[in-house]
């Protein structure tokens, strides 16, 4: 009896953590950088960007500001919702794309 309340206790467990997953839309893995730094540029060179991969909880985003274009994990601005991905928003003085899947803001030149 033990042993089918746990069985339950994990299929309850792993389908509440793949909700919470597509509920949050987190990314895992997002790129960091911004386009000061020659490997940051329009797109990223991802052969040779291992060191710009940071954890996220959030959604990964491109963000323009200032004529500088940047990239990293929503969390990191304040972005606790998740936002429709591939759709410009405008917030802080800046346009900002989130996506949500991982490494996914890596090309900003409209592709995935």
């Given amino acids: 009896m033990a042993s089918n309340n746990f069985l339950i206790f994990c299929i309850v467990a792993i389908t509440l953590a793949c909700f919470i997953e597509t509920t949050l839309g987190a990314s895992g893995w997002c790129y960091q950088c911004d386009s000061r730094d020659p490997g940051c540029q329009i797109d990223l060179n991802v052969l040779n960007s291992a060191h ?51 490494l996914c803001n890596g090309h900003a030149n409209g592709s995935a």
């Fill in 52 to 102: 710009l991969r940071i954890p996220c909880n959030g959604q990964c985003y491109i963000r323009v500001k200032a004529s500088i274009m940047s990239r990293g994990c929503s969390w990191e601005y304040g972005f606790m919702t998740r936002q429709i991905p591939y759709t410009p928003i405008y917030e802080q003085e800046a346009m900002w794309i989130f996506c949500d899947t991982a």
